[in-house]
């Protein structure tokens, strides 16, 4: 699915069963497509992804899911982003500490 279906996706889900703090969500990236999908109580993905290629980028992860519509849509912006610094140049993990991040200017 592209990011806006993925999106859409994390929404729905988010409106019918909001995922709690513990549980862990699955991403993934291939090209320009993304999935995504939720990890048992076992560490099985649920469901599997038999028969697809390795992912460009993945993340496992569990938070706090934010209730305003407007808070998950920037939580997502951001947790895209760092799926994305997995295979593009930029690096997420080591900003200088005296510089403050661009959107803060």
């Known amino acids: 699915m592209k990011r ?10 988010i409106e019918a ?4 703090r513990d549980d862990i969500v699955y991403l ?12 048992g109580t076992d560490g099985a993905l649920i ?8 992912p460009d980028a993945w993340m496992s992860f569990c938070a706090a899911w934010p209730d305003d519509p407007e808070r998950l849509r920037a939580f ?4 895209l982003a760092e799926l994305e610094s997995m295979v593009a140049p930029a690096d ?3 900003w200088p500490a ?4 661009p959107h803060f200017h």
Not at 17 to 20: A, E, H, K, L, V
Request: aromatic residues 12%; hydrophobic residues 25%; charged residues 40%.
């Open 76 to 79: 997502f912006d951001d947790l």
């Open 4 to 13: 806006d279906e993925l999106f859409a996706s994390i929404e729905a889900l």
């Open 28 to 39: 993934e990236r291939r090209g320009e497509e993304y999935d995504w999908r939720m990890v």
């Open 92 to 94: 997420r993990c080591r």
């Open 47 to 54: 469901p599997g992804t038999r028969g697809k290629p390795e």
């Open 98 to 101: 005296d510089q403050p991040w």
């Open 17 to 20: 069963n909001r995922p709690g």
